[in-house]
């Protein structure tokens, strides 16, 4: 079951567990949108080990703009960069 | 806090250009894709545990060539399951260097 829905504003956790993380040290902490849903996975950070990564998680295609993520950013004001992030990743923003 | 942000965790570093010139493709690159399928295929690795073991590896080892990179993660994981040492590994790339010498 998907707890966010498209549009809903969420935000990264910032964590820096060891092992296999999906998610890039440079997203953790910024706030994006929900772009869509896209169905619920097997945890690849627990698969990385061997285990069978359920319960499924749902995955989430989070819109950030790119001015959010790099303070010096010096692109076009309307550039956002997609990450699909699973639900465990995000809080409500 | 100190983040210890590791190797291939490079998003926002700055790389330089990119090379984007095309090179063939060398025969035990082409192995070492199979191989990556035959043990997926069987059940006997994931991705995730490809991707896991490619991480794990030293930063100097990282830097190496992309199926370098590959071969040195499934060497690391077949030790880790049990299935091949790396001295059984070394001592059949010996025979054969051996045999293509000879």
Redo the contacts between chains.
Sequence with gaps: MATYKDGDRVKVAVTYPPGHRRVPTYIRGKTGEIERYCGAFANPEELAYGFDGKPERPLYRVRFVQKDVWADYDGPEGDTVDLEIQEHWLSPA | ?T???RTH?M??LPAGPINLDEHATEPWEKLITAMVASLRGRGLM?I??L??AI?DLSPEVYEKPYFERWSAAILGLWQEKGFLTRTEVEAKMGKIKKRLEG
């Design positions: 806090m983040v210890e942000r965790d998003g926002g994931t995730d545990e991707r896991r991480e």
